[in-house]
């Protein structure tokens, strides 16, 4: 089992930054691919970036630009760093592992992005 847990979210008005941290504990043998989805009020969750353990990165187009993502594996943590904030960024941000054949979720942090 692996656990996840978030941190970093917050308010922040439009054009703002912020950075998210997702620290993993557990059995984290055998991570390979690390991630951030978000959902935001009434839509279905989200891509926004991932982070594989070459260090290859893939973003969605929506944030391209704007966020980027990294990982630590010797603390075992993936962060994103989210600039140029925007509106349509408000979700609930989700921290996801790869390992093995079994993905693992965090609970999830808020970033409302509002004047």
């Known amino acids: 089992q692996v656990q996840l847990v978030e941190s970093g979210g917050g308010l922040v008005q439009p054009g703002g930054s912020l950075r998210l941290s997702c620290a993993a504990s557990g059995s984290i043998d055998g991570i390979t691919v690390m991630g951030w989805n978000r959902q935001a009020p009434g839509k279905r969750r989200e891509l926004v970036a991932v982070?594989?353990?070459?260090?290859?990165?893939n973003y969605a187009d929506s944030v391209k630009g704007r966020f980027t993502i990294s990982r630590d594996n010797a603390k075992s943590t993936v962060e994103l760093q989210m600039n140029n904030l925007k509106p349509e960024d408000t979700a609930v941000y989700y921290c996801?592992?790869?390992?093995?054949?079994?993905?693992?979720w965090g609970r999830g942090t808020q970033v409302t992005v509002s004047s």
């Open positions: 982070i594989n353990s070459g260090s290859n990165t």
């Open positions: 996801y592992v790869l390992r093995r054949i079994t993905t693992y």
